[in-house]
């Protein structure tokens, strides 16, 4: 008796050792969110967060209501995603809407142009890189800057805008920088304000930024010119700097009459001013 | 010395023991190969869960509200984190709905072991986190120690060496294989 039963405990044991966690539940459909009566909530692109804090802060010094609260990033896919559950009233983007988003019933409603920039920490040497040098700098190629200081690229995330307005300007960039993710050669930050933090603080750091962040932020860092072209929003209205990307909102059409009232703001002939003040173009502006 | 002959009775009763002992060590072998890949892979999701969890518990921290919608920049962070690329991840968050990390969706139709963590934010549960990996790797670490058995098992013998993958055995020079 007493040797079956140890046999039967090995082979539990054996069969124990085997066993994993279960696969997961099956999930459920996520919960409905209801309008805060009192906020309008934004949120998405973090290539569009500090015009959308900046125009919420405008419509709070006007003593406007309901109150606008502009979330913390989670992407242009993240801020469709939120808009169209409902979760957020405003969905911000920093792109046009792709496929399987159109199908979700969204109004698209663009607000201005952003200009993506090559933005350095202040102490770079330097004022001005051309093309070439971009090429160098994404294939690590260089690595220190005309004195010998280093000069440290850091990459976006592949979802991020930003690289692909760019690459508008300078196409050469785009394989080296597909190949800089697989070798992982560069540091890769997810999210703007992580990015505006590096640049700020990382001596060297140098790397792709909004230039609508870089003066709602007020940070510290040096926009540099690309083959002599400094980036303004005048460059942006006479074409001469390309590497632009179209912010906009997007929100279900049922909760227009909540958003209209900052709508009607957000496009009117004072804000329209003050964005070109805040480093962006608006939309109407820029179609004129 | 008398050379030992073997009856014919009894060559025929050791060559079905002999038969019969191979076979069973090598089913032995191969099912407690088996459960050691198994349990090591168990063990891998698990801990591979367990920095998936930490790394959505600091998003939760950052967006509390939202962090369900940063689900695409959260799969490039854990492809950062050096989580193995075949891997699976599905995120339930405390209500049971589903968070898509893109990238690290669960092919369909593929048997699966997984590895759970719950995401903890100060020790309130907000998710839970599963990793699967195919059990085809199991397999496929049992087919190349299979392998390995056949390259280390004939070689005893010079005799089986046609079995061999490293191919036929070669007596070295001046010793005789017969």
């Not at chain 1, 124990?16 to 099956?26: F, L, Q, R, S, T």
């Not at chain 1, 792709?98 to 019933?105: I, L, N, Y």
């Not at chain 2, 930490?54 to 989580?83: C, F, H, N, T």
């Not at chain 2, 891997?87 to 968050?93: K, L, S």
Request: glycine fraction near 8%; proline fraction near 7%; include cysteine.
């Amino acid at each position: 008796m007493v040797p079956t039963r140890r046999s039967f405990l090995v082979v539990i044991a054996l069969l124990a050792a085997g066993c994993d966690d279960g696969p997961p539940a099956p999930a459920v459909a996520p919960a409905s969110v209801d309008p805060d009566p009192g906020l309008i909530r934004l949120a998405g692109s973090g290539a569009m967060t500090p015009l959308a804090a900046e125009l919420a802060r405008a419509w709070a010094a006007r003593g406007e209501f309901p109150r606008v609260v502009v979330e913390p990033s989670v992407g242009s896919t993240g801020g469709v995603q939120a808009a169209a559950d409902g979760a957020v009233d405003l969905g911000l983007v920093a792109r046009p809407l792709r496929g399987e988003e159109q199908a979700t019933g969204l109004t698209y409603l663009p607000v201005a142009l952003d200009a993506v920039v090559v933005a350095a920490h202040r102490d770079v040497p330097v004022d001005d890189l051309s093309s070439a040098d971009l090429e160098r700098l994404f294939s690590g190629e260089r690595t220190r800057f005309a004195d010998g200081s280093p000069a440290v690229l850091v990459l976006r995330d592949r979802w991020d805008s930003a690289h692909g307005a760019f690459e508008r300007m300078v196409p050469r960039l785009a394989p080296l920088r597909e190949r800089a993710y697989e070798t992982r050669r560069f540091d890769v930050v997810f999210h703007d304000d992580t990015m505006g933090a590096v640049l700020s603080s990382s001596i060297g750091a140098i790397g792709l930024f909004s230039l609508g962040a870089v003066s709602a932020w007020k940070l510290p860092i040096k926009v540099l010119s690309v083959d002599g072209v400094m980036p303004s929003v005048q460059r942006i209205q006479d074409g001469t700097w390309p590497a632009t990307r179209e912010l906009a909102f997007v929100f279900k059409p049922e909760r227009r009459g909540r958003v209209q009232g900052f709508l009607d703001f957000v496009t009117s002939r004072d804000t329209q001013a003050a964005m070109l003040a805040w480093g962006y173009v608006p939309v109407m502006e820029a179609r004129r | 010395m008398t050379p030992m002959r073997l009856t014919t009775w009894f060559r025929r009763r050791m060559a079905v023991l002999v038969a019969v002992s191979m076979l069973l060590a090598w089913a032995a072998l191969t099912v407690g190969f088996h459960l050691q890949e198994r349990r090591e892979l168990i063990r891998t999701c698990r801990a591979d869960a367990v920095r998936v969890a930490l790394s959505i518990a600091e998003e939760i921290q950052r967006r509390p509200m939202l962090w369900r919608y940063d689900g695409a920049k959260m799969s490039d962070r854990i492809a950062s984190q050096g989580v193995r690329p075949a891997t699976a991840i599905v995120v339930r968050d405390v209500q049971g709905a589903s968070v898509d990390i893109e990238g690290f969706r669960p092919a369909s139709g593929v048997a699966m072991l997984w590895g759970r963590a719950p995401v903890l934010v100060g020790n309130v549960r907000m998710a839970d986190v599963w990793v699967g990996a195919s059990i085809g790797a199991v397999v496929a670490a049992i087919g190349d120690a299979r392998g390995d058995l056949r390259v280390w098992w004939p070689c005893c013998s010079p005799r089986c060496c046609m079995w061999c993958p490293s191919g036929p055995w070669r007596a070295p020079s001046g010793v005789s294989s017969a």
